[in-house]
Nanobody, 122 residues
């Protein structure tokens, strides 16, 4: 089970860090990712990280502003978001897969958390 937290209301230009804790299983050998879904839109890829944290992949919209990281000792995934924009407003979901490669396809990831809402006010 994955549980995302840390969402909230932030002003344009602000920062926020969301977390995803794994319960009931260790994810230290899993690739993990963040996706987001805005109202009325499809779920879209944000960032992914391999099991050891030395390989990452970002959506163009996240490059230079967001940083994905993980702490395997805490069984937790993070997404640091800086320079937030109103278009970043969405429910942010974490995902996991026992794999050594990364994918930006939502269909590739079998394990999902429940999501946390991030709202960026203009």
């Amino acid at each position: 089970q994955l549980q995302a937290s840390g969402g909230g209301l932030v002003q344009t230009g602000g920062s926020l860090r969301v977390s995803c804790a794994a319960f009931g299983r260790t994810v230290s050998n899993y690739a993990m990712a963040w996706f987001r879904q805005a109202p009325g839109k499809e779920r879209q890829f944000v960032a992914a990280i391999n099991w050891s944290g030395d390989r990452t992949k970002y959506a163009d919209s996240a490059k230079g502003r967001f940083t994905i990281s993980r702490d395997n000792t805490k069984n937790t995934l993070y997404l640091q978001m800086n320079s937030l924009k109103p278009e970043d407003t969405a429910v942010y979901y974490c995902a996991a897969k026992y794999a050594t490669v990364l994918s930006d396809s939502r269909w590739w990831w079998p394990i999902w958390g429940q999501g946390t809402l991030v709202t960026v006010s203009s």
